[in-house]
């Protein structure tokens, strides 16, 4: 598991927290993430994302059999399935440049900061009491758990029900379009498991409430504790 994992948005830093040393981190944050809070909508990740969609939708009619009747054909197999990686890696690539991207450069980060980190989170935004409770993570891990079945779901019977129609060569439907939007379900997946896991997430907000993650000033105060112990020994 990813021993830094983001936390939100403080400004024009990116709020992190460090799993092991259960520090409070801060760093410059990428041209993608630009939300503040969950009511402004992103202005360019939204974008990007939706040019990866175009793309692999791109993908998708290039192996349109236009010239054959409009029928499928076995040699769209390869361009679907490559539409359908581009899709989901692309997703995971754009997500990992607009959360972690500067996170080798991170510094400590204030209360202030990780507090308004926590209240921008889009996690903290979708209820009202603005408290870490075993009902939230539960609500999480059912979210979680049907991104997981349908993803399932899709590759197990959806993706496998279309490419068998390209080797049948099967009349031209446009719902073929909207199927490489599939991909996007296993991203999904990969980014509550890997990259934004709502559970650990809420877990850390548990231990800022219970005053068990240490800030900037934390560590500066410390400083000065040991300077002035050292000078008053000397």
């Known amino acids: ?47 990007l994302m939706l040019v990866f969609i175009f793309l692999g939708l791109i993908g998708g009619m290039i192996a349109i059999p236009a010239f054959s009747g409009f029928r499928y054909s076995s040699w769209m197999v390869l361009p679907y399935i490559s539409a359908q990686f581009f899709v989901f890696f692309g997703f995971i690539w754009m997500m990992e440049e607009a959360l972690y991207k500067e996170v080798k450069q991170v510094q400590g980060a204030s209360s202030q900061q990780f507090a308004k980190a926590v209240d921008s989170n889009l996690f903290w935004e979708n209820f009202s009491n603005k408290k870490v409770t075993f009902g939230k993570m539960f609500i999480f891990m059912i979210v979680m758990l049907l991104v997981f079945m349908t993803t399932i779901v899709i590759f197990a019977a959806a993706i496998p029900s279309i490419i068998d129609s390209f080797n049948k060569q099967e009349p031209f439907d446009i719902q073929i379009f909207f199927s490489l939007l599939a991909a996007l379900f296993p991203g999904l997946l990969y980014l509550f498991l890997f990259q934004n896991n709502p559970i650990r997430w809420l877990l850390v907000v548990r231990k800022y409430e219970q005053g068990k993650v240490i800030f900037a000033e934390d560590k500066e105060k410390k400083h000065e504790w040991n300077t002035i112990t050292i000078g008053n020994s000397g």
């Open 1 to 47: 598991m990813r021993k830094i994992i983001f936390i939100g948005q403080s400004g024009d830093e990116a709020v992190y927290y460090n799993t092991r040393t259960k520090e409070a981190l801060a760093a410059d944050k990428s041209v993608l993430l630009n939300t503040e809070g969950a009511r402004k909508t992103n202005k360019a990740i939204i974008p």
